[in-house]
């Protein structure tokens, strides 16, 4: 009798063996409506910390600001705690917010928010000419496959249909992936603000990014 041998091959020791993963899974980037927001939430929104930017000011910063990747104990960052997407409808009118669900088949694996024009978004700054991605998450296991940036392109295309000349992003200095992900787009690092969470017990600093449309 012939023996057979089952081999399990798991989607990171794909990643990790240079295999085109996202060309051979069945991804499918939908733009969807407030009413999908219940598929919206299940995808993970946990970030491994590995490393972060730490500020080195030049004479007190007047020779500018240095951000420098240095390494940190490992620990897991729950971004989830601090998005309810289920409760966004109680704070604002989201009228008009676009969201975008990415799928494996029919499992949500990411998703982005964006919102537009809308009263009381403090980080839109009154303006009708910018776009906030206020949310952008990928399931762990999925990362690293060009999914955020095959759901950035939506994004950009979203923006530029209502004329915007921005795109608007807020990262941390311990989120180093996002911050490289963001440049790689394209994305300027246009704010710096060491006591944006002032207050808070984890000091951390928060990171402005632009894109620019035109």
């Known amino acids: 009798m012939t023996s057979k041998k089952i081999v399990i091959v798991t989607l990171a020791a794909l990643k990790a063996s240079g295999w085109s993963v996202v060309n051979q899974m069945n991804i499918n980037i ?116 060009g999914i955020g940036s095959k759901l950035f392109s939506h994004i950009i295309d979203w923006a530029k249909e209502r004329n915007c000349r921005q795109i608007k992003i807020e990262t941390q200095n311990n989120n180093v992936p996002a911050c490289k992900f963001y440049a790689k787009q394209g994305a300027m690092l246009g704010e710096l603000n060491e006591y944006g969470y002032y207050g808070e017990d984890d000091n951390e600093v928060m990171l402005i990014w632009y894109l620019n449309l035109e």
């Open 30 to 145: 939908k733009e969807v409506t407030k009413e999908q927001l219940g598929e919206y939430v299940q995808i993970p929104m946990w970030l491994k910390v590995t490393s972060i930017y730490e500020l080195n000011k030049v004479n007190g910063g007047i020779g500018g600001i240095l951000l420098n990747e240095v390494k940190v104990d490992e620990y897991i960052k729950d971004l989830g705690i601090y998005e309810k997407p289920l409760k966004w409808e109680e704070q604002f009118d989201i009228s008009n917010w676009g969201f975008f669900i990415a799928y494996d088949n029919d499992k949500p694996i990411g998703g982005a928010t964006l919102v537009y024009d809308t009263e009381g978004v403090n980080m839109l700054s009154g303006r009708k000419d910018l776009t906030v991605l206020w949310d952008l998450r990928i399931d762990p296991e999925y990362k690293s496959m």
